[in-house]
């Protein structure tokens, strides 16, 4: 399920780090402590099993705040507006909505490091009706999509293309195994159409997670708009959980038939 958060900018602070995934991230698993830290520590430390791998199954979209000032070379943006607009998505049974409208609702957030960022007010939180229900979509991502492969032998896993020979069989399997995770769903079919096509040029995104501490990482990802056929039952997986991984940091959401939020930014050099 997929709700709308609108903000109210409750301090002076405009700066806000251009990498803030991470902070999001942080914020809404220390909402879901405050509920039960019980399910927050479950979500953070494991997840959702299928044999080796965990899924955390939640996810977000980039923060919309309008058009602001892009202060390149401190990698920050000036923000001119007071609503700042966030978009969160749990794989949660129906009766979880009320509970998650209550857990957020007038929630106070802090979005930045030390030294750069916004105190935030939660003013509103929607749910957003379902979406048709299809088995070929048209999807934009908002933010990065991340597939990766580790080779045998080798410590660091490599970050895929889509260009890359197997991706969107990676992409396959990764959904695949987020629903078998899932506990008392149905199981897939042993065979099902699944056919990803690109649509425009990818363009590569290098995140950092974590900035200015010694766990800092970084992710690299692809932003594109393609087209998926697949069971209905993962098109609905990734309205909730996002695509790829990692999407419990922010990547892999995307949109149905929607051109994104994004507005042209002024740049100071």
């Known amino acids: 399920m997929r709700f709308n958060l609108t903000f109210n900018r409750t301090g002076k602070q405009r700066m806000l780090p251009m990498d803030y995934q991470y902070y999001i991230s942080a914020w809404i698993y220390k909402v879901l402590g405050k509920a ?14 299928d044999g080796m791998k965990s899924f955390k199954l939640f996810c977000f979209s980039p923060l919309n705040f309008g058009k602001p000032t892009l202060w390149k070379e401190k990698a920050l943006f000036e923000i001119h507006q007071d609503k700042i607009m966030l978009s969160v998505s749990f794989y949660l049974p129906n009766v979880a909505e009320r509970f998650i409208v209550g857990l957020f609702n ?30 070929i979509v048209h999807y934009k991502a908002l933010s990065p999509v991340v ?12 970050y895929l293309s889509p260009a890359d020979e197997g991706y969107a069989l990676m992409v396959k399997n990764n959904l695949m195994q987020k629903w078998g995770a899932i506990p008392g769903v149905e199981p ?14 990818p363009k590569s995104k290098l995140v950092t997670m974590k900035p200015g501490t010694p766990q800092q990482s970084k992710v690299r990802g692809y932003v594109y708009e393609f087209d998926l056929t697949a069971p209905e039952t993962l098109h609905r997986l ?32």
């Open 36 to 49: 039960d830290a019980g399910f927050a520590g479950f979500l953070h430390s494991e997840g959702y099993r």
């Open 106 to 135: 007038n929630q106070q957030a802090y979005f930045g490091d030390r030294f750069n960022g916004l105190d935030l007010t939660v003013a509103q939180i929607e749910r957003l009706p379902e979406a048709a229900v299809a088995s």
């Open 147 to 158: 597939v990766s492969a580790r080779s045998e032998g080798s410590q660091y896993a490599r």
């Open 188 to 201: 897939l079919p042993e065979t099902f159409d699944f056919e990803m096509t690109i649509i425009n040029q």
């Open 238 to 269: 990734i309205d909730s959980a996002g695509i790829g991984e990692k999407n419990s940091t922010g990547f892999g959401w995307v949109e149905r038939n929607l051109t994104t939020f994004a507005e042209p930014v002024r740049v100071r050099m």
